[in-house]
């Protein structure tokens, strides 16, 4: 039988982070449009922080 886990000790934190972040969705049963629609707002949140920080 195929084990279809993959190990991620490997794997970058980009890609754990994506992981963890899809399982939370899928756990919480969260729709696709409502966390699409989130992670726009976690990005600009994000990217401000950027700018806030290259300021300093």
Do not use: F
Not at 15 to 35: F, G, M, R, S, W
């Amino acid at each position: 039988m195929n084990d279809p886990t993959v190990p991620l000790d490997g794997a970058s934190e980009e890609i754990k982070l994506a992981v963890d972040l899809i399982y939370l969705l899928e756990t919480n049963q969260i729709e696709p449009h409502t966390a699409l629609e989130a992670l726009k707002i976690v990005q600009q949140d994000l990217l401000r922080k950027l700018d806030d920080t290259a300021r300093e």
